[in-house]
């Protein structure tokens, strides 16, 4: 009984020290599956089927590098991305960067509200009732929160992926498929196909993330001697952020591919899968896009916040007050108040506001790697730290496959 009760209390506290390491990367990962992210996936496999998955082994791959580098600068400088830009390359290549994170991340900030908006709507909450309530406490948690207590909400918030769990498996998939699906790689040379890869890596690896990633490890005061704790949170954020969205195409593809309905939003998803796999599905599929567009929508705000503030010099933070931070709590509140009430506008086209920041993620995302790198193999700046040949191998690939794919994406628009 003894012996039983030890285990037992052993395996509570592996469990209780495996949560405490959890933060900002698991919060990161969780937020890129966004409603435009669950939007993408749905797409994905309601049109494709299985054979996305296999991509998703490797944007993990990616993911999780990028984060690394993001999270290591933080921690070892105490500063943010946007930041040390600005310390190293000058104001002028800061400010386009920083106008460039302002329009990518107000566009798709929008898109998480509009995402808030149809899941109300998926249980009959008119969006003139939902949204602002949302954008009420999502305001309310942040602005009057320490980072400590944010951080705990928003990581009761990426449960949400319990949802596309059960929503996947109440689908039944062929599991023997899926797995083949995972490991073998399959390519289409169709532009559709090749648009929807794009998509994919553009919705998982994004400027705002390493953003967010670097400034949040910063605020929280990781440093050297702490950061393997935190590195094991970015390896298990990306990995379990890239199996719901692994999850949401294996929902999809199982009932939507497999009686050839197509779907391009996740709204449009959540309905559907109704008629084929039960209302449960279709329940959880919206709480699911309810959760992941209310952590988005807290989070993204903050990475624009965190940007511009270190652009200006400005003080910056959760833990300081309105009084010692006035332009970041009213750059977050301005964010916030405009991304609700465009939402909220009758009959406004949000196509063209999304599409605009993608275009911008899409300019980006090659030129922040680039700076990343040159960062992160500073001697000055990182010291013991830099990155090893490993990263720094598939750091630059990564980075020429995203410049190529991105010219190959206004090629094909």
């Not at 990028?66 to 930041?83: C, H, I, P």
């Not at 794009?198 to 400034?215: E, K, S």
Request: one cysteine or more; aromatic letters at 8%.
């Amino acid at each position: 009984m003894r012996l039983a009760m030890k285990r037992a209390g052993g395996v509570l506290r592996r469990a209780f020290l495996f949560l405490a390491i959890l933060g900002p990367g698991l919060i990161t990962a969780s937020a890129d599956n966004d409603a435009p992210g669950i939007a993408t996936y749905s797409m994905a496999g309601s049109t494709f089927g299985y054979k996305f998955l296999w991509i998703l082994v490797w944007i993990t791959v990616g993911e999780a590098i990028v984060q690394e580098m993001a999270a290591r600068m933080g921690a070892v400088t105490g500063k943010g991305l946007t930041d040390l830009i600005r310390e190293r390359f000058g104001v002028r290549l800061t400010m386009l960067v920083g106008l460039g994170l302002l329009i990518a991340n107000s566009g798709t900030t929008t898109a998480q509200f509009a995402g808030i908006a149809s899941a109300g709507e998926l249980f009959g909450i008119p969006r003139y009732v939902a949204v602002p309530i949302a954008a009420a406490g999502v305001w309310l948690l942040v602005t009057r929160g320490s980072y400590q207590r944010v951080e705990k909400v928003l990581l009761g918030l990426s449960l949400y992926s319990v949802a596309y769990v059960a929503s996947a498996i109440l689908a039944r998939p062929p599991w023997g498929q899926v797995l083949q699906r995972a490991l073998v790689p399959t390519f289409q040379l169709e532009t559709r196909y090749v648009l929807a890869v794009l998509a994919t890596v553009g919705t998982t690896i994004t400027p705002w993330a390493a953003v967010y990633m670097q400034a949040s490890v910063a605020d929280k005061g990781v440093t050297v001697e702490s950061y393997p704790n935190t590195r094991l949170d970015v390896v298990i954020g990306s990995v379990v952020g890239n199996l719901v969205s692994g999850f949401i195409i294996i929902a999809t593809a199982a009932t939507l591919f497999a009686h050839g309905i197509q779907v391009e939003t996740a709204e449009q998803a959540a309905m559907a899968l109704e008629p084929v796999a039960g209302p449960w599905a279709k329940t959880l599929f919206g709480v699911g896009l309810l959760g992941a567009s209310l952590l988005a929508a807290a989070v993204l705000p903050l990475a624009t916040t965190y940007a511009l503030c270190e652009v200006f010099g400005w003080e910056r933070g959760i833990d300081r007050t309105p009084q010692e931070a006035p332009a970041f709590y009213g750059l977050y509140t301005a964010q916030i108040v405009i991304g609700s009430l465009i939402v909220m506008v009758p009959g406004l086209p949000l196509f063209p506001l999304m599409w605009l920041s993608q275009v911008a993620n899409a300019v980006l995302l090659p030129l922040i790697l680039i700076l990343m790198l040159r960062l992160a193999n500073s001697r000055r700046i990182m010291r013991g730290w830099r990155n090893g040949r490993v990263s720094n191998a598939f750091a630059a690939v990564l980075t020429v496959l995203v410049t190529i794919a991105t010219g190959a994406l206004f090629v094909a628009s």
